[in-house]
């Protein structure tokens, strides 16, 4: 869709002349069967869509929550005598107990009896199955 | 049937990463409101808080290189909120089970595969999860009508929408226990939407077969 399509589709009125220049739009007002002279599209009347005023930037709201939060966190972090490391120690903690978790998994993996072997390997396939049948649904949100 | 398939493998996946991911069994005794566990948690508080603002900032940043995208994700988390849940669930339990996988193969092969797939399960986590905090934020302080919207000064875009899903999150993470669950759900919440918009694209991930018509 053309940018100047796109404006009158957005505010009709501003741009009524538009309608007159542009076959595209005569054709698609056809294709609904709205006649393009008794047209009304009433923007107020239409439900909130998630783009309108998405695009605004409240530049003292983010920059006065952002320093809240670092105000609040760096007090918490000198009354409690935690050091900056600690923080980025306890965030790679998490990912090095996830890598021994799943290390010791596979350990066992390999340690267990072939059954077991083959059923992990269907469950493995069956999982996957079912996130590929998940993702070939397209997505609804905008059309919902 | 559909319905039914989505129902039995959200259960299924619910049992895998309940099992996978089982958190400690709580046993709170009386001895442990002493001194020391008190300090152990202004400590836990003091770090989730610095967490809080790194989140805030990455949530900032994300927002700012690709609101749209992030927009996208939270119109539909909250449009099929179910199926964003359950495709979480399986893709979190396709992730533990692929890297045990990769964790069999040989060195060479299984740990150049592993680093890739931490990548993308991380990637998926971080832009998932400010999804969410866009979807939050537009649920609770988003506005109902035009005439509102046009009314507030400061209170409206993706930016405050994703600051007020941030702060929300991270007051409801400093609850001991319960904070973690929500957390956790909410990553569930904010991988399967990832996933299911293929990061706020809305491409399908599979090109679909079509007989050539003469």
Redesign the interface.
């Known amino acids: 869709m053309k940018e100047a399509c796109q404006r009158y589709l957005e505010e009709p009125e501003a741009h009524a002349g538009h309608l007159a220049d542009c076959e595209d739009c005569r054709a698609l007002f056809d294709t609904l069967g709205v006649p393009v002279e008794n047209r009304a599209v009433r923007v107020?009347a239409l439900p909130?869509a998630?783009?309108?005023?998405?695009?605004?930037?409240?530049w003292?709201?983010?920059a006065g929550?952002?320093l809240l939060?670092?105000v609040?966190?760096v007090a918490?972090?000198a009354?409690?005598?935690?050091p900056?490391l600690?923080?980025v120690q306890?965030?790679l903690s998490a990912?090095t107990g996830a890598r021994v978790t799943?290390?010791a998994?596979?350990a066992t993996?390999?340690q267990a009896s072939l059954v077991w072997q083959v059923a992990?390997g269907l469950?493995?396939v069956a999982?996957?199955t079912?996130?590929?049948?998940?993702?070939?649904?397209?997505?609804?949100?905008?059309d919902? | 049937m559909r319905k039914g398939v989505l129902l039995l493998a959200i259960v299924a996946a619910m049992i895998v990463t309940a099992s996978i991911a089982q958190p400690a069994p709580l046993d709170i005794r009386p001895a442990d409101f002493s001194l020391a566990n008190g300090l152990a948690m202004v400590q836990r508080t003091a770090v989730i808080l610095s967490l809080l603002f790194v989140w805030l900032i990455a949530a900032i940043v994300v927002t700012l290189m690709s609101a749209r995208e992030v927009r996208y994700s939270s119109v539909e988390l909250r449009a099929s909120a179910l199926h964003c849940f359950a495709l979480g669930l399986v893709a979190i339990t396709s992730f533990v089970l692929t890297a045990i996988v990769f964790s069999y193969l040989p060195s060479v092969i299984g740990v150049p595969l592993m680093i890739a797939l931490a990548v993308f399960a991380i990637v998926a986590k971080i832009y998932g999860a400010i999804a969410v905090f866009h979807a939050l934020g537009t649920i609770v302080a988003g506005a109902r009508s035009r005439e509102a919207l046009e009314r507030r000064r400061w209170l409206r875009g993706d930016l405050a929408m994703v600051l007020v899903g941030v702060l929300i999150l991270g007051a409801l993470r400093l609850v001991p226990v319960v904070g973690t669950i929500i957390w956790a759900l909410a990553s569930v919440f904010g991988v399967g939407t990832a996933l299911a918009t293929k990061f706020g694209r809305r491409e399908p991930w599979f090109l679909a077969w079509r007989p050539v018509e003469n």
């Open positions: 107020d909130l998630p783009w309108e005023s998405a695009a605004h930037r409240s003292p709201l983010i929550g952002a939060v670092l609040v966190a918490v972090c009354w409690a005598g935690v900056p600690r923080v306890s965030s990912i799943i290390g998994a596979a993996l390999r992990f469950f493995f999982v996957n079912v996130l590929v049948l998940l993702l070939r649904r397209a997505p609804k949100g905008i919902a």
